[in-house]
T-cell receptor, first 113, second 113 residues
Framework: DTGVSQDPRHKITKRGQNVTFRCDPI?????LYWYRQTLGQGPEFLTY????????KSRLLSDRFSAERPKGSFSTLEIQRTEQGDSAMYLC???????????FGAGTRLSVL | QKEVEQNSGPLSVPEGAIASLNCTYS??????FFWYRQYSGKSPELIMF????GDKEDGRFTAQLNKASQYVSLLIRDSQPSDSATYLC?????????????FGKGTLLTVNP
């Protein structure tokens, strides 16, 4: 059990560029979540996968955001045409079937210049 | 809009004292409650979870839940400087089947040597 892994840990990009983040959940965890956290705030839910199915998307997830989990294992979160307001920590979490505990990865810190 | 409220602090206690962290939530149907610790620049780490009314103890930590008052608290006994962090209260969504967490903004705890 190596924990939830996120890559990259830090990303600096210019406004208007596209970025993609990867999350590898804990092995055999079929539930995967993306959250976003800005300074001084708690994490905010973005989207949730059960296996490969994306079951819920927050209204925070504008049409510039897309998430996938094609084989029910790792997931990617893409942000197109980044804006300065997208600067945040993007956190991935996973939990097992039948379990309520979500385990968080180290996060990807995005800075949009 | 489901809300989780925490006093943002900072809460400052001397080493060895009891730190008391409080949280209220708006969704009366919520069933699962979590306390996460987050060091500056790091990801949330689960400290305690509680599902039933009453107290739950784990080492120096005690979680208390009062569903009638929609109130959750975390007590840290014999506080140590290493406990200095932001403590996030999280409530699991009671509706649907997405298991998402709604977080408070967190309470910054400082334990002074």
């Amino acid at each position: 059990d190596t924990g939830v892994s996120q890559d990259p840990r830090h990303k600096i990009t210019k406004r208007g560029q596209n970025v993609t983040f990867r999350c590898d959940p804990i092995s055999e965890h079929n539930r995967l979540y993306w959250y976003r956290q800005t300074l001084g705030q708690g994490p905010e839910f973005l989207t949730y996968f059960q296996n490969e199915a994306q079951l819920e998307k927050s209204r925070l997830l504008s049409d510039r955001f897309s998430a996938e989990r094609p084989k029910g294992s790792f997931s990617t979160l893409e942000i197109q045409r980044t804006e300065q307001g997208d600067s945040a920590m993007y956190l991935c979490a996973s939990s097992p079937e039948g379990g309520n505990i979500q385990y968080f990865g180290a996060g990807t810190r995005l800075s949009v210049l | 809009q489901k809300e989780v409220e925490q006093n943002s602090g900072p809460l400052s206690v001397p080493e060895g004292a009891i730190a008391s962290l409080n949280c209220t939530y708006s969704d009366r149907g919520s069933q699962s409650f979590f306390w996460y610790r987050q060091y500056s620049g790091k990801s949330p780490e689960l400290i305690m979870f509680i599902y039933s009314n009453g107290d739950k103890e784990d080492g120096r930590f005690t979680a208390q839940l009062n569903k009638a008052s929609q109130y959750v608290s975390l007590l840290i006994r014999d506080s140590q400087p290493s406990d200095s962090a932001t403590y996030l209260c999280a409530v699991m969504d009671s509706g649907g089947s997405n298991y998402k967490l709604t977080f408070g903004k967190g309470t910054l705890l400082t334990v002074n040597p």
